[in-house]
């Protein structure tokens, strides 16, 4: 699976950016599909993921209230809806896609098998 990503760029604290995943030749409904993040010096963390078949979604409780993932099935792609945007928000981004995950390891790095290349979210005013 290739994975791009899009939408990434400057936010200003409070407010909102809108990131998409799409997937050339594969239909991104069959894979688990996350958001990591991984700001300058950190690790890479999991910010978000839907599960392939019923649609479940999770999240890091560091931006739960405050993201939102979703599928947009007719453009077959995952998209990550950021509101009231905060500094430690910024970093790359990245889409990352599963066959098969259990739920209780989502946001490990390991479990995924295809990742896009990243886009930039800088949150600053």
């Known amino acids: 699976v290739r994975l791009v990503e899009s939408g990434g760029g400057l936010g200003r604290p409070g407010g909102s950016l809108r990131l998409s995943c799409a997937a050339s030749r594969y239909t991104l409904d069959h894979y688990a599909i996350a958001w990591f993040r991984q700001a300058p010096g950190k690790e890479r963390e999991g910010v978000a993921c839907?599960?392939?078949?019923?649609?479940?979604?999770y999240y890091a409780d560091s931006v739960k209230g405050r993201f939102t993932i979703g599928k947009d099935k007719a453009e077959n792609k995952v998209f990550l809806e950021m509101n009231s945007l905060k500094a430690e928000d910024t970093g790359v981004y990245y889409c990352a896609a599963a066959s098969y995950i259990h739920v209780s390891v989502w946001s490990n790095v390991v479990e995924y098998d295809a990742w896009g290349q990243g886009t930039q979210v800088t949150v600053s005013s």
């Open positions: 839907i599960t392939s078949t019923d649609d479940r979604t």
